[in-house]
Every structure is written in C-alpha cells, then in structure tokens.
C-alpha cells in the first residue's frame, strides 16, 4: 500500500500521520475517499480517540457502590438513594477559550450540558474550573471567558454553584476553562445513547446545521501557533436560548417511549454522533442521508455536513414509526427535527447524498481502529529544591495576611460569582464562597455536594503527589458541608504528551489519582483529556488534573457553611502541622519561590479527619466547617471570619519545634479543617476526636470584630475584607 | 469629527440573535424576511485632526476594541461635521 | 387562589414559582403555555424570570407578542393581578402594561446577590402583608435590570405612588450604595396606576423557604393569597 | 431588498456601555474620542415588493419590534440590490 495517493499536506489538514493513513488503507483494503478521509481524521484525533491516553484511563478505578454509569457514555451516573441517581461529566474548552474567551468558554458550557441531557437527566449544576496567566495582564481574557460561563448558564437557567480560578505564569498562553456539569435522574429513567434496533430511525434535532467549528476536534489536538489565526473560522457562537428549548423538549421526549437514545453533537459533529452511538451496539451501523440535513447555509458539501460542529444539536434514535411524536414535541418548542437516516445492523456508516453514496467506514474502523500511541515518560531533573531552614522567620503575621489575603488565587471569588445566577431553581441550599456547593434535591431530604479542585502548583512538583492531593483536597471540601463524597469526574489538562517528561507527569497524576481513588473508594465515572496546552513548544502549563466530586448527604438539614456562624463557639483546628511550606501561596506571595515538595498527604489520616468531620456533623456538634487549603491555617481562619462576619480571638501560637511559626500560621499541611462547636458540644467533640484518633487544638473563641493572635497579630475584619475583595477583572 | 462604525457578525458565523429576530419578525406577519443580522451600532466623537488621521485612528480602535475580529467584521464613515445622524 | 405561570421559550423561573405556589403555599398553580390563549380561571397571572427568546435584541421584545399576552392584557384591563417578575417585568413594560423600560445594568455585568428592598405601599393586594416601610431581604439575577422612564412619567409617577420598591440598604436608607444596577431613584418595583399590574427585578421566589437563606419573599405571595380570600370574604 | 436599521439609545437615557467603550479607548490612548454611545445594527433582507412599500414594513418593523421608544430612536435606510455591505 502506498500513501501517494494522497498527499501530505491533506494528511496533516486532517491530522493524520502516514502511519495511521497506512493502517485505514489496510483496514478498509483501499483508499479512503475525501469524506472519509475527514471523518476518520476527526474520529483519530487525539481529543476524540484518547489515542494517547486511553491505556493509561484503564488504571483508574471505575467501579464502586452506587455506581451505575461509569465511563464510556456521555455521563456517568451515581445512585444517591431514594430511587434517584446524579450524572456529571466534567470537560475542557481550553484552545477555542485561547482563541475566543466569550464564545469558547460558552459553548464549553453548552457542550456539556448536553453530555448530561443525553443521560436523560436534568441538568441542575454547573461548575467550571479556569486557569490564566498572572493578573493584570490576563484580565480581558478572564473577563471574557467569565462573562461567556455567565452568558450561557444564566440565559439557559442552569445555577452555576461552583468552580475555582488559579492565576501562574504557565497558563498566559494557555488559558484553561473546564466546565461541569451536573444533572438529576431517576435511576430507572437513566438513558444510554445506543443505537439499538435495525431499522430505528435517527432524527436530528435543534440547530441548523453551518459550516462550524469545521476540524474542531482537530483543532483541540494540535498546539497553538501562528497558523491557529487561519484556523479561526472554527470559532462557534452559541445559542443558550435554542439550548434550553433542546433541554426541555428532550426531558419531554424523557417521558415517552418512543425514543431508544439521545445523543449530543459535539466534538466532530454528527460523524462522530452517529459512529459512537453505533459503536456501543455491537454489529449495529448506520445509513444517513446528509440531503436531509437541515442546513443554515447555502452550499454545503456532504464534507461540511459531517465535520461540521454547530452547537445546540441532538441525535435522537427513535423507535420505527414513532418519528411523528418525536416531531411533534419539538415543534412545540419552535424546533426543527429531520429524520436523516436509520440504524442499521451491518456495522457500516454509510453516508448519502441523496441517490449517492458518499462514505462507507465501518463503524469499528471509526471508534477504535486507531492505532494507540506508545509514547516514552521521562522524569525530569528534579530542579525543585527548597532549605525550609533558610527561610527567613516570619516577620509580622499580620501584614503577611494581609497580603495573603490580596493575592490573587486567594482573594475572595465574588467578583466571579456573583456575575452567575447560583439560585436558580430554589434549591441551592449551601451558596458559592466556601468549600463544596450543595443542592437540595426536591421533594427529599437529600443533598448533593459539589466541588472541583486541583492545586496544579503541588503537580507541577511532583505530578504524583500533587494528583492524591487534589483528589483529598476535592473529599474534603465535601465534607466541610457534611455531605458523604461518592464519585469523581476528571479533567487531565497536559502539555504535548509527545515530549517525554510530559507524558511522565501524565502516568505519575493518573497513578496518583486512581491511587488516592482507591484509598478514599471514590470511583472515577466519567471525564476528558485535554493535551497539547503548549504554545509554540516553548510554554507549558503545569500538569492540571481537575478534580469535579460530587458527595451526598441524608438530611440536608444538617448541611454546614464555611463560615463562623455563632459569637461564643469555640474555634479548632482539626489535624495536624507540619513545615508544609514546599509548592506553597506564602512561598510564592512572600518569598517568591515555586519550589520544595508539596505537603505530604497520609490517606489513612486523612480518611479517619474525613470520618470525623462527618460523624460530627452528623451528630450535631459543628456550627461550621472550612478545610485548610492554600494560605494554610490563617487564611482558612480569616475565610471563616469574613464568610460569617464574625471575628475571632486566639492566644498567641507557640508551634513546638521543630514546627515553625510561618508554617504553623501558612503552611499547606492537608487533612485539616478549622470547625466551630457551640460550648455545650465541646467535650463530645473532643472524645469524638480521640476515638478517631485525630488531633484537635483549639485556636480561640468566635465573637467580635477581629481576627486577634494576642501579641502576634491583630486585624479587623474591616481590614481583612478590603484586602480579600481586593481582585479586579474587568 | 464622528465617526460611525457598524460591527456585524462574519458572514459564516451562527448569529442566534439574529434567527431569532427573524422568527419574531415572522410570527408578527412579517413573512417577507428572508435573512436578519444583528451588529453593533458604534458612534464615536472624535476632537480634532484631519479626517484622513481620524479614518486612520478609528480603524485602529476598530481593530484593537471595537470590533472581535474572531467573529466580527466592521466597517465604517466619517463626517467631519458633529452632527447626529 | 388559583394562580396562573406563564411559561414561554427561554423562561426558567416558571418551575419556582410553581414550587412556592404548590407545595410552599398550598395554593392552586396552572402553567399557561405561551401559544395558549386561555387564562384558565386563574385569578393571579405570573409573569416569571428567564430569558424568554433568550433576551435577544431586547430583553422581553418578542415575548410579548406571544398569544398568551393578548389575555393578559385584556385581564389586567378588567382589574386581574398581574405580576412580573424579573424577565416577567421586563416583558410588562415591552408590552406597555407598565411604564419605562429596563436597561444595562450601569455596571454592565450579570448580578446574582442579596438586596434590600423598601415597600413604599402595604395598599396593594401583592404587598398586604408587608408592614409600612418594611425592609425585605430579597435576591436579584439579572443583567438588565436598571430602570428607566423618561423625567415627566417618573414624576408622575412618583406622584401617584407606583413605586412599590426601592433598593435600600440593611437600615432601610434609600442610598446610591445599595442600588445595585443603576435604577433610576433605586427602583426595584412599580405598579400601574390602577394598582393591580406590578414589575420588579428582584426574585421573591427565591427567598420563601428558611433553608434558601430567606422567607421575605413568601409575605409577598402570601399577600395575594390573603388579599383573594379577603376579596371573597367581603 | 435589503434594509439596514439602525437603532441608538435615546440622548436622555444612560448609555453605560458608550461610556465603558470610551474609557477603554482612552486607555488604550485613544485620547481624542469626546463621545462614544452604541446602538444596534440591524440587516434585514426583504423578498419582493416596491422599495416604497419595503420601506412602510421596515418602518413598521421597527415601530413594532426592532426598538423600545421609551429609550431608542431609529433610522434606516434601503437598498435594491441584495447585496452585503
Ligand atoms: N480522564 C478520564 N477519566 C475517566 N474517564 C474518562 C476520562 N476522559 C474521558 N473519559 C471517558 O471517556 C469517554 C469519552 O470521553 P469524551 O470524548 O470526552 O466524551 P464526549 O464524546 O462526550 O465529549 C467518556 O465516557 C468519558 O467519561
Ligand atoms: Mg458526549
């Protein structure tokens, strides 16, 4: 076989490598014509086919109790009791964000929404965890990209009641946004997009199909560079508006029975719609007919109908002679629906044009004929020391707060979410600003907590470490609202996995993550791979897999806030400290280094800090509860004050040597949380602590105006807000 | 000196304002409309210098504010006359 | 009390004020669908918040073209309680069945925060429960929420009373601080000379349970339950 | 037919986003600009008809739908040929 039937420049249009256009030609024992050449471009690239991490995905556990979807379809899903079920999905819209803030972070919302609307749940949450280059600089890019997050959920009607935002030097060419969603079900209504049944019809539904985001999914696999500006036109603009038409005709579709699945149209459009939909019935094909399309523009090709990536559309498999009720409830919304084709039972796509065949892939040869990449992980030199020692004593705790506090990755998020609707639909019951969000689920008891976290800085450092951590990090701020964590969503962010130290860091975060997956038994049910976040091979982010967990809780009545909550409650701190200062915010804001290792995490301690948090939530002995996360004790406990707007007074912290003072008052040390107990549960509290054998200290008592350390530090919450609000985006 | 700047979304990208004025426009009886885009309208006064300066400091802020040149395209005329058209 | 939700495409407070409504109130809810023209009985049509045709060109601009707001209007002509809330008042005054017309936010962003609002008329059948000058704890969500009418209707309307909220801070003091939008003369909510069609941004249905952070909202709902049952008694 | 509307916040009415646009110029050292307010552009594309009897429908489309008179004035003007400006 040669490949000179086709030239190389048309290969890397469609980013194949000749090694890969060789293996279609065997498989499909000649040459693929233009369209298909296009469609297994797209299904091969790396954002569609996992080519280069699909073997290291397997490492992660997947299963657990509860779980009733785990990855391989749109969402995965989770019981949480009652009869009803959460999906969520986690998932990256890093390069058309670069490009376009507004309409990439937008559409990436939109996207995945309708991954969680393919489940046949409601969406009910959203998240979305984002990463830019320092600040001021960044600005009109975070402006952008917030508005565009607000722009779609607000107008579709979606709270969004979570996420976070980091700001390093790594991502000012590669801006991460990564967006959650998460959706309700009743675990017997949960719906699975395969194409089940010869002769069922396929109908397409919602948008006008134009000539958008054409090699999108492409696109996504490729790292930035000059050329990315003649590649623009794959910008899409979404429609929030149309969405949230699609999103309730498709919950009335919900209600019949006429429909097998629902599938979204997203990266490589209805090419890849209709292959994976297909691919997860074994034998099953499909026959469309891309006349049949409905089109917004004049003079499309078949090419442009398959690769287009238009948003706001739906594949819905419908039961043979059903169409006419399909049709009927998306009308009702003012929508189009076609019937375009029909499942087939000969493991073929076949593409028409009318009269003509255009394409004739088998489906196999589309999800999973890729060849998988062996790519080669080597560690770097570890350049990252840091002598704690040498550190200078700290000077004067207090200005360091306050300075703390001013920085950007730790100052107060309302200037972010405020700009989103987080109420919309009445049952959000613990509001964005402090750990973990929590929705009530209507007509129960029952809350859901949800979260996302990664400190990218820790993996950066030591990929490993970093990954458990963030996966702690995530448990933890489940459990500061009292809810149960239950299952983990993730997003691997990387550079090009093709340089070796890349691809080390790739094996070392999923090692870690499915190590600390198993510790903690949370099972990994859904998520996404984002590479290629390099821009011209010289900048590259820092390895950021994104945590997004979700945690239930019985009785939501028993939920806890972050924030200090009654004046005359004892204030602790839960867990230990230790000279965490290696990958640290005090480093970085006061002494300027990136550097040391990051906090060593123990996952038998931290499971018992977790169970005991719980159980004493459960009981009734917190008023609140915050985990210590970046900014190490004294943030946490300032967050605390301001969340609740009530001050604190503490004697002065004398650490125990070796303990140091700045690291006693900043360090990152994990498994820790600072709790509020009412007097009265003060010595249930503390027997709870040495059944669990965790160390509790008490810091001081809740009431005033001020945070005081006696002798140490003294600041008003005056003071302390007017450097926590202190962030400017726009 | 005024200048006046039209912004409308490029030719190949979706315009979901626009589809949607043009089935509002429909269901109003207005079934003659056969295409509807929707842009912006930027009015900008300007002091000073020649309008040959002005047309080139206007495509300048066209091209670094006015208009996203991702999805956008613009255009625009001068008066030297400050008057409200 | 039967009261009536007007859903149209791109509405999302519809199912709120139905859970107030139903299973908070206890009250009889129907949803009137945007092409129906028929009010179903209701005596209390709800105009909710969202963005209904996604808010494109102007905020309520298409909506209020839809069936449904030809029986609206009729209704409110012949003295049925009409009450708009957020996108739902944004369509009143589209509509002409209210005053002014609302605009950017000054800040030009998306707010979605706690507010206090001043009640300026306990007279009505929405804020009967409401005690003189009463200070509500009450959400908004919105991007275009700043009011405006033009010197001589605001006068006039100053005049006979149609300000029915104002943004105000925690001690009730009507000040620029607390305005969170620009509003001319803080206006959170106006009602129409007859005093049976009131708009306001604000979201009431977001604070009529403890666990939401705030039952302010529910006086006002419960307002118009109470006022139906006074209506009937007397 | 095509008809090109143009739509701009009324002089009395606040016009946040004219003043937003102008600071941004001004820091991006756009110094001379005085005045910036931003309207809406509106293409509509018309089949058939007499440019006079088009011009009544747009008229009438705008009155309608296209702007608020509480807080906009509009203006537009037709052109024959069908073609993109
Ligand atoms: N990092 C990951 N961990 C676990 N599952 C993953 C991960 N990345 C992708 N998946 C799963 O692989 C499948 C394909 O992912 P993706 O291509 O992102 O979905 P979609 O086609 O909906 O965009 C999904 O079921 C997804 O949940
Ligand atoms: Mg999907």
Redesign the interface.
Known sequence: MSIKSVDERRLREVALTPDEYRAIVEQLKRAPNEVELGMLGVLWSEHCSYKSSRALLRRLPSTGQGVVQGPGENAGAVEIGEGWSVVFKIESHNHPSAIEPYQGAATGVGGIIRDVIAMGARPIALLDSLRFGPLPASARHVEGVVAGIGGYGNCIGIPTVGGEVYFEDCYASNPLVNAMCVGLVRTDQLMRARAEGAGNSLMLVGADTGRDGIHGASFASLELDEQSAQRRPAVQVGNPFLEKCLLEACMDLAHTDAVVAIQDLGAAGLTSAVAECAGRVEGAGARIDVGRVPRRERGMTPYDVMLSESQERMLVVVRRGREREVETIFQAWDLTSAVIGEVTGDGQLTVLDGEDQVARVPVRLLTDGVPMRRLIGLPPEPPYGLEVDALPPLADPGASLLRMLASPNLSSRRGIFRRYDHMVGDSTVVAPGGDAAMLRIKGTRLGIAVTTDCNARYCHLDPHLGAQLAVAEAARNIVATGARPLAVTDCLNFANPDRPEVYWELEEVVAGLAYACRALDLPVVSGNVSLYNDSNGTSAIYPTPVIGMVGVIDDYGKRLGAGLSAEGDFVLLIGSSHNDLGGSEYLKVEHGHVAGRPPALDLTREKAVLRLILSAAQSGYLHSAHDCAEGGMLVALAEACLLGGIGVRCPAIRPEPPLRLDAAFFGESPSRFIVSVPSRAMPEMQSLARRHNVELSLLGLAGGEVIEFEGQLKLSLAELRMAWDSMVIS | MIARVIVTPKPVVNDPQGLTVKQGLASLGFREVTDVRVGKYIEVNLEGSSEHEARRRVEEMCRQLLANHVIEDFQFDIEPERKRR | MKFGVVVF??T??D??CG??ID?VLGQELVYLWHKDSDLKGCDCVILP???A??????TG??AR?APIMEKVGEFADRGGLVWGICNGFQVL??AGLL???L???????????WTHLLVERTDLAFTGQCTERDVLRV?I?H?EG?Y????ATLSGMEQRGQVVFRYCDAGGRVVPGANPN?SLHNIAGIVNSRGNVLGMMP?P??CA?A???GTDGLKLFRSVAENAFKVLVS
């Open positions: 495409p791109g999302w407070s199912r709120d859970w107030v299973q918040g969202g963005f045709y996604g808010d494109y060109l102007r601009a298409i073209f005054c589209e005053p002014g017309a605009i950017r936010n000054a800040s030009l962003e998306f707010r979605c925060e959400p969500a991007g700043s405006f009418a033009d010197p620009g979201h249905e977001r349970e666990e939401l952070g």
